[in-house]
């Protein structure tokens, strides 16, 4: 796997558990706002009641949620791994604010004072490359 891929897998990661965590959030607020309503009254076409259905629906994304969140840490652990293993302090800086954090570029541009974006662009080029070794030898192992 290429290290932008995998870095980017981690991101992605994270935003999926915050995508379900919203999803949750909803599926409960909507679960206790008609849980008082007549069971008659608000039945589905399914036979189930629409509490019954947001309370099977709030199961099965919480383990959505758990299945996510296994994969995020792992993927955190192996980001850390490779990260601890750079060592050029402003290589480990970009990829953790740009990929770890979640930082746009010129977010990223700022945290480590630079004044354009090739700057970082050529930082983060470089940064790469060197975690593409280190995960070409984890890959080895």
Not at 16 to 38: F, H
Not at 110 to 125: I, L, N, P, T
């Amino acid at each position: 796997m290429r290290a932008k891929d995998f870095f980017l897998a981690v991101r992605d990661a994270e935003h999926k558990v915050k995508m379900l965590r919203a999803k949750e959030r909803k599926y409960r607020e909507l679960a206790s706002s008609i849980g008082g309503m007549s069971e008659t009254n608000i039945r589905t076409v399914s036979g189930r009641s629409r509490t019954e259905s947001a309370a099977v629906r709030l199961v099965d994304v919480e383990d959505e949620i758990a299945d996510a969140g296994e994969q995020y840490v792992a993927l955190i652990e192996k980001a850390e791994k490779v990260l601890g293993q750079i060592k050029t302090q402003r290589y480990n800086d970009v990829l953790t604010y740009r990929y770890i954090l979640g930082l746009s570029w010129r977010s990223v541009a700022d945290e480590m004072r630079y004044h354009d974006a090739k700057s970082v662009y050529r930082v983060h080029g470089w940064a790469l490359a060197e975690a593409q070794r280190i995960l070409d030898k984890m890959d080895d192992m």
